[in-house]
């Protein structure tokens, strides 16, 4: 799997939840830790911070490898986002990530403006090989960041939806679809949520015919749960579950709104 593809499902999906439980407060700062798993074994930690004063939001978090998978490549990751928050939706200004893995790494930087991209940096660069799909203009406008892109207000259709994000470096379609609910249960958090499939859609800024990208988009049991927080009206993720040929990875909440 794309390594883009799965940090940017854990990061919507800690953020998102983080952001949940603090929106609608002016000074508020808020933690949370979530859990990362393959075919059940712990391979990943994530913690965020989330500070919230007026009409201003930013998050920051980090991602650390963690038990058999510090033993293959040790991985780190930091991120944050910064923008307004509107009536409807979260709108991102700037966006960054910075990741290492073992002596590989990348230093992502985007600038948004009402939802359509001002600039875009990658480095180092990558080599642009045979086949790839080029990110284009059109490509760019009215996308949201994997950050903040997953925050739905109450009175909204959490699924059918389809959500346009642009990571810094690939455009991607995320269309939801109903699957019912199911009960769950988290420190901040215990009753239903709404289940959602996962369709993975690669628009641009990918490699046509890379095997991951082919068996992502193909796959039909991805998931993501949405929890709603009563307090602020909305509903974020607190569970997403992404099976690959080594086993699922899992994302969960350990805490949520708490």
Not at 62 to 81: C, E, P
Not at 116 to 130: D, G, T
Not at 232 to 256: K, Q, S
Request: net charge positive.
């Amino acid at each position: 799997m794309d390594w883009r593809i799965a940090i940017s499902a854990l990061l919507v999906s800690a953020a998102t939840g983080l952001f949940a439980g603090t929106a609608g407060a002016a000074d508020v700062t808020h933690d949370t830790e979530y859990r990362i798993s393959l075919a059940g074994l712990p391979v990943a930690r994530a913690s965020f911070h989330t500070k919230l004063k007026d009409d201003r939001y930013t998050i920051s978090g980090t991602v650390n490898s963690a038990g058999l998978a510090d033993i293959f490549a040790k991985t780190s990751g930091q991120t944050s986002v910064s923008g307004i928050v509107g009536r409807d939706r979260l709108s991102a200004s700037d966006y960054s990530v910075r990741y290492q893995s073992g002596k590989k790494g990348r230093a992502i930087d985007v600038q948004f403006r009402d939802g359509n991209v001002l600039s875009a940096s990658l480095k180092p660069e990558r080599r642009i090989p045979k086949n790839w799909v080029p990110v284009t203009r059109a490509d760019m406008r009215d996308v949201v960041d994997p950050l903040s892109g997953l925050i739905f207000p109450a009175d909204t259709r959490i699924c059918p939806k389809s959500v346009p994000i642009f990571d810094g470096e690939s455009r991607m379609d995320l269309k939801l679809s109903a699957k019912g609910t199911k009960p769950f249960k988290t420190d901040g958090f215990e009753g239903e949520v709404i289940v959602c499939g996962i369709k993975f859609i690669p628009k641009s800024g990918y490699r046509k015919g890379r095997d991951d990208v082919d068996y992502l988009r193909k796959l039909e049991t991805m998931e993501i749960w949405f929890a709603k927080a009563d307090a602020v009206n909305v509903y974020a993720p607190v569970y997403v579950r992404i099976p690959t040929r080594l086993g699922p990875v899992t994302v969960w909440a350990t805490r949520f709104g708490g």
